[in-house]
């Protein structure tokens, strides 16, 4: 793995422009100090064993240590290998050059063009002074740049000097850095001690397993610097009538939207907040709950937990991670949603558990008529509604809901659903069809049931495509009419018809209709390149090869001639009956 990633870094070194005057351009943030001639120490360790070592200055005084620079996601490759086999600290991140400073290392290296930081003279040891002679001043020794380290005694003392709050805390980070699983409960036994001693081993000081003052800081340093790092500030928040901790190096306020505070992106890593505040009971929790499913920012995959008086969503995709939670409490109803950038684990959980614990309900709530009244349907509280990928028709073929589709709509799906919502699985399809079969998860109950003729349709004879033309933006399905061109494709096709219909795009799927009610087919999309076709030639999957898929998936079809034609709105009543919309989600 070693070789392979210096191999990623000489390719980098090799492209025309540099890579870290791209835009996508991050960096692995392995380590900052608060010290130059400590970072420098640090950054010398890591590059005697890694490639990419670089160091900057950061706001605040502080150091960094990174690696880079890589692409997105070669950072986050790096960023997991490294994790993985031990290479980096455990909360390494991801970091932007727009927070990087001057360069430090490699010493005399400019590569953002932002200058370099003089380093330091090293430290030597200080000579005996020289004995005055008579009438001359003593000789004045230099000051060294840091306090000489504490003997173990002198730790020890400064340690029983710590409060139970002082030392929980050193537990946890040093159960944060990886080194610590006991319990955290401010005795410091021997797992304590060891931990410590691990520690000190791991940051180049002696394992005395007793931390001196000055390394109980550089421990505590190396906590806080995740928070730190996105500028973690205490939040009171007087509208919503909430106080929290937020990553306000990361995001600024933009705007109330009840039941929303939203916190607009104002970084390099895209984090977004959300601030929950409304009156209410359990009825406004419970479809807040699942209001909040249908928004982009809370992907598909993740947790999905309700209770009676709280909920938690965590939803996750290639991009984003977002964590929501909200409880009921005294008639007000009040949460958060946190969104980051996949690939930086470490740092959001850290960001995450500040903002859990220092959550506070005032007792002001959020006044419902406030903010922007702007009406979308798109747009629920000023945030974009998850849409599905492609929408298409279906029409149900049993009792139980089982549904005969496109297969277009059902490829490259994460997720396909029928009548709304309800999750569904593909049990059989003919690709050279163009045919899939669909179970829902959950046993439907279909109006009606689709009826296939057995009857050989006559040309020019009446038929209609029900289906969702506009991919579920109007509620029902709607009928088109037109006739039967021919009971054969345009190349002798047997197992297919061709229509003198013009159809949208959401129809493919839907049931084709004679004048009596019976299926002779489902309508098949549009070809690609068949754009020269006239917009009223249309194709349908005839009756017979759909049954051959039916049967293929242990499925029996209703089957029969019709009384004669029916009215208008008994066919209409049929047909929207077994129409329903199936929708594939990313």
């Known amino acids: 793995m070693k070789v392979l990633l210096a191999a990623l870094a000489v390719a980098v070194l090799a492209m025309a422009r540099p890579l870290w005057a791209q835009q996508d351009v991050v960096w ?69 050059t727009a927070r990087l400073g001057q360069q430090f290392w490699p010493i005399g290296a400019d590569v953002l063009a932002r200058g370099t930081v003089t380093a330091p003279v090293p430290a030597t040891p200080t000579p005996a002074p020289e004995t005055a002679q008579a009438g001359e001043a003593p000789t004045q020794t230099p000051a060294l740049t840091a306090l000489p380290d504490e003997t173990p005694a002198e730790a020890r003392r400064g340690e029983a000097e710590l409060s139970a ?18 319990a955290i409960d401010g005795a410091f036994g021997p797992g304590t001690r060891s931990a410590m001693s691990a520690w000190q081993s791991a940051n180049g000081h002696e394992a005395t397993g007793i931390l001196t003052t000055a ?9 806080n610097a995740p928070l730190t ?34 916190f607009a992106s104002s970084g390099d890593l895209g984090v977004r907040v959300l601030l929950i505040s409304q009156p209410g009971d359990q009825g406004t929790l419970f479809g807040l709950f699942d209001i909040m499913q249908t928004l982009k920012i809370v992907p598909l995959t993740g947790l999905r937990e309700r209770r009676s008086d ?16 909200a409880s009921l409490r005294d008639g007000h109803v009040k949460g958060f949603t946190l969104v980051w950038p996949r690939g930086d684990e470490a740092r959001r959980a850290r960001v995450l558990a500040a903002m859990r614990d220092s959550f506070t ?21 000023g945030l974009q509604v998850r849409r599905p990928k492609l929408s298409r028709s279906g029409f ?51 109006m009606a049931v689709a009826r296939f003729s057995d009857a050989v349709p006559r040309l020019q004879s009446e038929v209609a495509v029900a289906g969702f033309p506009y991919e579920g933006i109007l509620s029902a399905p ?71 898929v039916l049967t293929a998936a242990g499925l029996s079809p209703a089957t029969g001639a019709g009384n004669g034609p029916v009215t208008p709105a008994e066919l209409n009543r049929v047909a929207a009956g077994m129409t329903t919309l199936v929708s594939c989600w990313e």
């Open 28 to 96: 692995v943030q392995i380590e900052a100090q608060p010290s130059l001639r400590e970072a420098q120490e640090a950054a010398r360790g890591y590059a005697a064993r890694l490639p990419d070592v670089n160091g900057f200055a950061l706001s605040g005084g502080w150091y960094a240590i990174v690696l880079g620079p890589y692409t997105r996601e070669d950072a986050d490759r790096v960023l997991r290998v490294y994790r993985a086999e031990g290479q980096v600290p455990g909360d390494s991140y991801l970091q932007f």
């Open 229 to 262: 790092s996105v500028g973690m500030a205490m939040v009171t928040e007087d509208e919503a009538g909430i106080e929290l901790m937020l990553p306000m190096g990361e995001i600024a306020f933009e705007k109330y939207e009840p039941p929303f505070v939203h």
């Open 361 to 381: 309900r005032l007792d002001t709530v959020l006044d419902p008529a406030a903010g922007d009244a702007t009406q979308n349907i798109d747009l629920v509280a």
């Open 478 to 548: 709607t009928l088109t009419f037109g006739t039967l061109s021919d009971i054969k494709g345009l190349r002798g096709e047997t197992e297919v018809k061709r229509l003198a219909l013009e159809a949208l795009p959401g129809d493919a799927g839907g049931p084709v209709l004679d004048a009596g009610g019976g299926v002779v087919g489902m309508l098949l999309p549009r070809a690609d390149g068949a754009t020269q076709l006239p917009r009223d030639v249309s194709f349908a999957a005839n009756a017979q090869a759909i049954g051959s």
């Open 310 to 325: 709280s909920f938690t969503l965590v939803g996750e995709n290639a991009e984003i991670v977002s964590h929501t939670e």
């Open 396 to 446: 149900f073929v049993d009792d139980a809901g089982t549904i005969v589709t496109t297969s277009e709509v059902t490829a490259s799906c994460a997720r396909i659903t029928v009548d709304g919502d309800v999750d569904a699985d593909i049990v059989g399809t003919d690709a050279g069809l163009g045919v899939s079969v669909l179970r829902p998860r959950v046993a439907l109950a279909p």
């Open 165 to 182: 709050e002082d030392r929980r805390a050193l537990q946890v980070a040093l159960q944060w850095a990886g080194f610590y699983s006991a």
């Open 215 to 223: 390394q109980r800081a550089q421990l505590l340093d190396q906590f």
